[in-house]
């Protein structure tokens, strides 16, 4: 795991200060690769690197070059696979200097060109320098586990791994997107190809690009594109068991080599018991497991606590054991992640778990995580159960009939929380007069309840996020609509959100993390199975919960899982409640009056955002998750646009 950057330009020779700058790239990534750092100079390009020794710690230093010098690469990530293309490799007449994984990408590229790309297993992102082309051919892993920033200047291609490297070679762009903008506040993250920075573009999961002469060519190299509509062809519960098994038992063997220490994250749920079940049944050795818990349960009380759980399982695994105590008493935690973070994400979760990988970095440099195991089998039930409700309400009449039916009744439905819980239909209602994809989008969307507190300059004619996701959507005609939805989940949410929080807050602490719920090939049999075996009889994640019938300790199968989502209406209302209120409106703590201007006040609507903030102080919560948003948003442009780019170091 690591840090790249680097500048390249395919017309002309770089200035002579371009070494100087990307020794201030890598030099501003230091904690994505503390171990060592190198830069690599030819004719109109430098490549910069930082390490995070994994694998072959001795002699797998990058930037890594072929013995002619012609080709040059700057890896950041993991090639799962790099044993058996190194044996095909050295087959056909290739000589290895290294025992690394980054040499298989100068050899396979060599042998193989750009169907390198459809060979390997891993995660990562790559900038590879081809000197007789005079080319540079970068791409990113399928599933977007690892980041690759771009943007271009003077006919000069800039990249880095995070934008704070970007920043750092002073050449990049400072002005805010208002469409990222826009697309933060509906969705709470800024999705691939776009970055908060106008000019500023993310290289999207699966995608490539070649920089030469003829200017930047961009494709998409893989997508969960099964060769028949989920379900289409007929499996066995018991089969598909068996596979998956299988699939999984794969994705953790590739993930147990490592010459640091290695561990597993292991809480009360079932996905990370599946991984450590399945490490201990393919690790030769005794497998290490991490919990994590607060030392009291006063601050974050909202996180439960798994850690009984999680001791009866390790002992059901025969795995080593260790309980991680976190300091939850670090209510100024959020400032200093936005440095690692580089662009606004509402996603609260990113402060336990900055605390959880702090705590694994003291033990391990590897750890394994239970990640993947919601999207792609179905595992939220709050997002699919009502979803998949209503999907059945569609069918009852035809859309010509329901949508007009359902306005109508939307617009005189009461919207109250007094009313029973049978009767609180406005929301069903709302969605029933969209077709399935907005309606989709509304439920999950902060901005439904916020569009009016927007300037005029983000409320655009058409909404960006419901663009993407309807786009997605369309890819999979044919697919029953939970497959439909998890699809765009996939792609979307858990590609710029989760896993996006799980590299930037893993790295800002220098660990890796792998997911082999996450494999490519187990992700690409997922979206080969119905989704009754996905949502059966209102079970989520179905399959997944009968393998674990099969594998995990008995008693974790009636426990709910209670995830790491701090309750943040609580803490907005109460011991947040002046230090949010005077970062939303200045420094005077009154919601009512300003001795320093908002961070906000280019973007929002001040007048209506204080309206909102009294109606959620007085109880009114259908605008927390906006205001969350306006809260991350104001501390990132304090915390980082509006300071000069520094350099970050971890924490204690």
Request: contains cysteine; hydrophobic residues 40%.
């Amino acid at each position: 795991m690591c840090g790249i950057s680097g500048l390249f330009s395919p017309n002309s020779n770089l200035p002579s200060e371009a070494r100087a700058r990307a020794q201030s790239m890598n030099l501003a990534m230091a904690y994505r690769g503390p171990d060592d750092d190198g830069v690599y100079e030819n004719q109109g390009v430098v490549l910069g690197h930082r390490r995070l020794s994994i694998i072959d710690r001795a002699g797998g230093d990058q930037p890594m070059r072929t013995v002619d010098n012609r080709l040059a690469v700057v890896f950041n990530g993991e090639i799962y696979n790099f044993g058996p293309l190194r044996k095909e490799l050295e087959a056909l007449g290739h000589r290895f200097k290294t025992r690394s994984d980054t040499e298989v990408l100068l050899h396979g590229y060599r042998a193989w060109g750009e169907g390198l790309l459809e060979r390997l297993r891993g995660m990562f992102a790559f900038a590879l320098y081809d000197a007789d082309k005079r080319t540079l051919f970068a791409a990113r892993d399928p599933i977007g586990k690892k980041p690759f920033y771009y943007f271009e200047n003077s006919g000069t291609f800039h990249f880095a791994s995070d934008v704070n490297a970007l920043r750092a070679c002073g050449l990049m762009p400072d002005k805010l997107s208002p469409e990222a903008l826009r697309l933060y506040f509906s969705l709470g993250y800024v999705p691939a190809p776009h970055c908060i920075y106008a000019g500023v573009r993310k290289l999207e999961a699966g995608h490539a690009l070649r920089i030469s002469v003829e200017g930047i060519r961009h494709w998409q190299f893989w997508d969960i594109q099964p060769e028949a509509a989920p379900g289409s062809v007929a499996v066995s519960e018991n089969e598909a068991l068996e596979k998956l098994s299988g699939l999984l038992d794969q994705g953790v063997a590739r993930r147990l080599i490592s010459e640091v220490p290695l561990g597993a994250f292991l809480s009360g749920g079932i996905d990370s018991n599946l991984v450590v079940a399945s490490m201990a049944r393919v690790s030769q050795d005794p497998v290490r497991a991490f919990t994590v818990g607060f030392k009291s349960q006063g601050r974050m009380s909202g996180i439960g606590d798994e850690r009984q759980a999680a001791i009866k399982a390790a002992a059901y695994y025969g795995a080593q054991h260790q309980v991680l105590d976190l300091d939850e008493a670090e209510d100024d935690l959020l400032p200093r992640l936005m440095h690692p973070l580089g662009e606004p994400l509402a996603d609260s979760s990113i402060l336990p778990t900055y605390l959880i990988c702090r705590a694994a970095r003291r033990e391990v440099t590897v750890a394994l995580t239970g990640d993947g195991g919601d999207e792609p089998f179905g595992g939220y039930s709050a997002r699919y159960l009502p979803y998949l409700m209503e999907q059945r309400l569609r069918r009852l009449l035809p859309e010509a009939l329901l949508s007009p039916m359902a306005s109508g009744l939307h617009a005189l439905w009461p919207d109250s929380q007094s009313l029973p819980r049978p009767l609180r239909l406005k929301t069903v209602l709302r969605n029933l007069a969209s077709d399935s994809i907005k309606a989709f989008y509304l439920d999950q969307s902060p901005l439904r309840c916020g569009e009016a507190a927007l300037n005029p300059a983000l409320r655009m004619g058409a909404d960006p996020a419901l663009d993407i996701m309807r786009a997605l959507y369309q890819r999979t005609q044919g697919w029953d609509e939970l497959n439909r939805a998890l699809y765009v989940d996939t792609r979307l949410y858990m590609c710029e959100n989760v896993l996006v929080k799980a590299d930037r807050m893993s790295m800002a602490n220098s660990l890796e993390l792998r997911s082999p719920l996450l494999d490519q090939d187990l992700v690409s049999y997922a979206f080969t199975l119905p989704a009754a075996l996905k949502i059966s009889r209102g079970e989520c994640k179905y399959l997944l919960r009968r393998l674990a019938e099969k594998k995990v300790e008995p008693s974790l199968l009636t426990q709910p899982k209670t995830g790491f989502a701090i309750p943040v209406d609580a803490y907005m209302r109460d011991k947040w409640r002046a230090r949010v209120t005077a970062q939303l409106f200045g420094a005077n703590t009154s919601s009512n009056t300003s001795s320093r201007s908002s961070p906000l006040e280019a973007y929002l609507d001040m007048d209506r955002l204080r309206e909102i903030w009294r109606g959620f102080l007085a109880g009114d919560t259908k605008h927390a998750a906006f205001l969350w948003s306006a809260y991350v948003l104001s501390v990132w442009i304090q915390e980082f646009h509006a300071k000069p780019q520094g350099v970050y170091s971890p924490g204690p």
